[in-house]
């Protein structure tokens, strides 16, 4: 009886020997629905008989007659053999169903649970990935390591043999690959090569896990699992600018390793567990790692958009954590699981407050520390404040941080931004004169952030019916972000704040400019901490003040100001035709007196030198000591703002709402209304949270997270080891990482994979502990040499009786590339870097793959802009995965490309060129040297006399770049064994 369940044989074999007649729920239910239900229940029931019903089967109409065999057609077809079609029933189980028959057919639980048992086209809940893990209470092996004696176990059964060790260096190589996608350097390889502890190996392997290289390494392996890409997808394809956050927070969990089940929990509900947590809120950016689909029209649409969303969703969860295809459930019953269609939808409902957008990171300590800050330097502000009131109140004026007075010329009267003309712009007696076309003034650099400010101006306009023209703007060198004192963009000759995307602009409902092109008028804007934004003309409000999302941060040197321009680049009606006689920049908001005390003091400006002749030698000490605590005030404040306001591309709550069962999945035909739940498939702990359907999402997912990550979970640690043991073999313990289902792989060693697990949640879920375990162990420092007796019993190696040979991914190839060339750059987190040109068409964004040369473009693959739908060069003709959707296993193909790219690729040439250099530097002159040195940057070993004599003739005939290219070309540096 093959692939009948244990249940359903001891369940028959008991009612055939027992003198009752049988049980239905303990006999007949279980073999209906092994042999029958497949085919035969549900409306779409083959022939119309649906077996899973009483009304349906017993009766005057039924297939089966209580008490009567010769009129029942169901016995019938079963005692010809008809029935089921390809095998009839085993004798035992006939004279079950005989009986039942016989003694009145009375039916117990109605209807009979499909799902119940296994049979040979499903899984049943008693499938062997929904049982709970043995490990520990079973078999205990006594080998230093209990992995070797699982794997040898199965090796004797086979009558096979594992292979001897692997050497050493071979070893150092392959490990430090494994943990952290680097090839060992010619100083690690020394070490070990010098270290004859007998504990040298456990040495490296503590180093290797310490490095910040492992959590870079295998966080890339995670957000393979995930999805995560770094645009939209869909038509638009827009750029998130802000998803990095989560790669960082992947790769510093990683690294301190953070126990697991902790690690899935923030993802799933950080933000709901730790709400003031910046970490545990950009751990949640990966519920939307995924694809998200910005162009919907009607409300329709917008519906079936939303549900497509919430299917990939309920599938990452379900395949990276549980290693189940619950999405397949959306329209139906999953044909070969046990999920009903109403349990997709209730584990559905756990997420439908999910939603994708950018959102700032909090953090409390720093927000603390900013507000007492702000309060201190205020303080210290209204101290110099006070000092300089005298002289200030005769000369006019609050201090500015920058200052020009473009009668006199360009230069910074305060600090240190001075403009320099560009184009059609002329300094006069009366000011800067803008021609509108071409010129404008631009200044250095910002010495100091920005945040908070007052922009003021005296200008004279050239004519009144300019629509968009700037006076002055503060703007990222690019022009791409900005705030501006703008002429009559929105509305005909009115004042505005112009800002980019006009996202910090509101209309002040001012007055109309009558004036300004007779006789300069003084116009000041400021944007207070709170983002209010205020306008002033001639020193008094300009209309109102509104609420903007500001006020907008502007870095220390990468920000600037201009005149006569909106914001870069030249062109268009960003350009203002008129005459600047002086301007201001303040750090602050002015106060509405404030600005009309500089108003009421002209345009001329207090020089520093006046205030200090002006002050007493004691005032004078105390104003540089205030100046002095400002700056001190100032530095500090700006580190803690450049914690804050950090962006990241999270999730951002939406209203959760009411789930209902949808016909066929689809978003016109909604039935039932279900509560949130998980999967009652899931036996030893219970699925109903006890929720109500529209329960806030915070309820939601943080019982969703408690449920997934629970020790009692039997798929939870399974699917993590497994996913561990993949990325070291190459090949799972099962072979389908994110599928435990029917369809998914079954265990080469189900008693080693369930000990693994066990262990796992025994030590407090640390991944690090898992690997230690698995590197440690003679299976993995097997040789790689394939054997030509194992060979022809197990091809595939799925017994283990060799570590079988590997090609590195393309990001480690990449990486080992520019290692060897000494190249890398080994900066850790942060913005990536991006390896593309974007163009934009219709609304589209479109990612050109090139070679950029800049030095940030040397990082580790894992920072890289990842675009979906982008053609990453390289890296995709060595099988990196399009993040459009999950990759738990990459494809491993061999292509002419390949050969092709590492060959006459602009990256193969440029690094083939760099390690030849290198060379150069590090053995001159010395062609046998360079050639051994080349050896071990490349593979991690000498070369052999043969391997030596050739690369020297080569390097005499073409030299040291053809060299390079060859070795980067070589199998030997693409895998390792």
């Not at 649906?50 to 019938?76: C, Y």
């Not at 941080?401 to 059609?424: I, M």
């Amino acid at each position: 009886m093959p692939r009948l369940s244990a249940l359903v044989a001891v369940a028959v074999i008991a009612q055939h020997a027992a003198a009752d007649p049988p049980d239905f729920d303990a006999a007949v239910a279980p073999l209906l629905a092994a042999r029958c239900l497949d085919c035969h229940k549900g409306a779409n029931a083959k022939g119309g008989l649906d077996l899973s019903r009483r009304d349906a089967v017993v009766g005057k109409d039924g297939a089966v007659v209580p008490g009567k065999l010769k009129d029942s057609a169901l016995w019938e077809r079963v005692a010809a053999g008809e029935m089921p079609p390809k095998k009839g029933l085993p004798a035992a189980e006939k004279a079950v169903l005989k009986e039942w028959i016989e003694a009145g057919a009375r039916w117990g639980t109605d209807p009979i649970d499909p799902f119940r048992v296994t049979t040979a086209a499903r899984a049943g809940y008693d499938w062997w990935a929904l049982q709970p893990p043995r490990g520990r209470s079973g078999r205990q092996p006594d080998a230093p390591n209990p992995i070797d004696e699982f794997v040898r176990a199965k090796l004797r059964d086979k009558r096979l043999s594992p292979s001897p060790p692997a050497d050493p260096l071979t070893l150092l190589r392959r490990v430090t690959f494994d943990l952290t996608g680097l090839p060992p350097t010619p100083d690690e390889l020394d070490a070990f090569r010098r270290d004859a502890a007998p504990d040298a190996y456990e040495k490296v392997v503590a180093r290797l896990l310490a490095s910040p290289a492992y959590g870079e390494r295998w966080a890339r392996h995670w957000l393979d699992v995930v999805r995560y890409g770094e645009t939209d997808g869909f038509e638009r394809n827009t750029r998130r600018p802000h998803a990095w956050p989560y790669r960082d927070w992947v790769i510093r969990a990683l690294n301190a390793d953070m126990p697991y089940d902790r690690f899935v929990r923030l993802q799933l509900a950080g933000d709901v567990f730790h709400p003031d947590d910046p970490d545990a809120v950009a751990a949640t950016g990966f519920l939307v790692a995924g694809v998200h689909n910005t162009v919907v029209g009607t409300d329709a649409m917008r519906a079936a958009a939303r549900q497509d969303e919430i299917e990939d969703l309920v599938g990452a969860v379900g395949q990276t954590f549980l290693g189940l295809t619950l999405n397949c459930a959306r329209c139906h019953d999953h044909k070969f699981d046990p999920v009903s269609q109403t349990d997709y939808y209730r584990f559905a409902a756990l997420l439908a407050g999910v939603g994708h957008g950018e959102r700032t990171l909090p953090d409390r300590a720093a927000t603390e520390a900013l507000n007492k800050l702000t309060r201190d330097a205020a303080a210290v502000r209204a101290e110099l404040a006070a000092i300089e009131a005298p002289v200030r109140a005769a000369a006019g004026g609050p201090e500015p941080v920058a200052a020009w007075d473009f009668r006199t010329g360009p230069s910074d009267l305060v600090g240190s931004l001075h403009a320099k003309a560009v184009g059609g712009v002329r300094l006069t007696a009366a000011g800067a004169t803008f021609d509108g076309k071409t010129g404008y003034l631009r200044t250095a650099p910002l010495a100091a952030p920005l945040r908070a400010k007052t922009l003021e101006v005296w200008v004279k306009l050239d004519g009144l019916t300019q629509r968009g023209g700037g006076v002055v703007s503060v703007q990222t060198p690019d022009g791409g972000v900005f705030d501006a004192i703008v002429f009559g963009e929105q509305e005909p000759a009115k004042w505005m704040v112009g800002s980019d995307g006009f996202r910090r602009t509101k209309s002040f409902a001012g007055p109309l400019e009558t004036d300004a092109e007779k006789d300069a008028v003084h116009v000041a804007i400021t944007v207070a901490e709170d983002g209010t934004v205020t306008g002033y003309r001639n020193g008094r409000p300009y209309g109102a003040a509104f609420k903007s999302s500001g006020p907008q941060p502007f870095d220390a040197g990468k920000a600037e100001v201009v005149f006569g321009m909106r914001h870069g680049p030249v062109g268009g009606n960003k350009m203002l035709a008129a005459t600047v006689v002086a301007a201001r920049l303040y750090d602050r908001a002015l106060t509405a007196a404030g600005v009309a005390t500089s108003f009421a003091g002209g345009p001329a400006l207090v020089p520093e030198a006046v205030i200090r002749e002006k002050l007493s030698p004691a005032d004078r000490d105390r104003r540089e000591r205030a100046k002095e605590r400002l700056r001190e005030l100032s530095a500090a404040e700006a580190a803690l703002r450049s914690r804050l306001g950090v962006k990241v591309y999270a999730n951002v709550v939406q209203p959760a709402g009411v789930t209902r069962v949808l016909a066929r999945g689809d978003v016109t035909t909604p039935r039932e209304t279900v509560a949130p739940a998980a999967l009652p498939a899931v036996r030893g702990l219970p699925a109903d949270f006890g929720l109500a359907p529209d329960a806030p999402d915070a309820a939601r997912r943080k019982a969703l997270a408690e449920w997934v990550a629970s020790p009692k979970n039997p798929l939870f640690a399974r699917v993590a080891v497994n996913r561990l043991w993949h990325h070291h073999f190459g090949t799972g313990l099962v072979e389908t990482p994110s599928d435990f289902g029917f369809n998914g792989g079954r265990p080469t060693h189900p008693e080693l994979l369930d000990w693994l697990a066990a262990e796992f949640a025994a030590k407090g879920f640390s991944l690090k502990h898992v690997h230690r375990l698995i590197v440690t162990s003679e299976t993995y420092r097997q040789a790689s040499l394939p054997r030509a007796d194992c060979v022809k019993v197990d091809a595939d190696n799925r017994l283990l009786w060799r570590m079988k040979p590997r090609r590195l991914e393309g990001e480690a190839v990449r990486d080992a590339m520019l290692s060897a060339a000494g190249l890398l750059d080994r900066t850790l987190g942060g913005q990536g870097f991006s390896d593309y040109r974007e163009r934009n068409f219709n609304g589209t964004a479109y990612f050109d793959p090139f070679d950029p040369e800049t030095p940030e473009a040397r990082r580790r693959s894992v920072y890289r802009f990842l675009p979906r739908g982008g053609n990453p060069g390289l890296l995709e003709v060595l099988d990196c995965p399009d993040p459009a959707s999950a990759a738990p296993r990459r494809a491993v193909t061999t292509t002419p490309l390949q050969a092709l790219a590492l060959w006459n690729g602009a990256f193969a040439l440029r690094t083939a060129d760099a390690l030849a250099a290198r060379l150069e530097r590090e053995a001159p002159g010395d062609v046998g040297k360079q050639v051994g040195r080349a050896w071990v940057l490349a593979f991690g070993r000498e070369p052999t006399a043969a391997e030596r004599a050739s690369a020297e003739r080569l390097v005499r005939a073409a030299g040291l770049p053809a060299l390079a290219r060859a070795l980067f070309n070589a199998n030997e540096f693409l895998t390792v064994g």
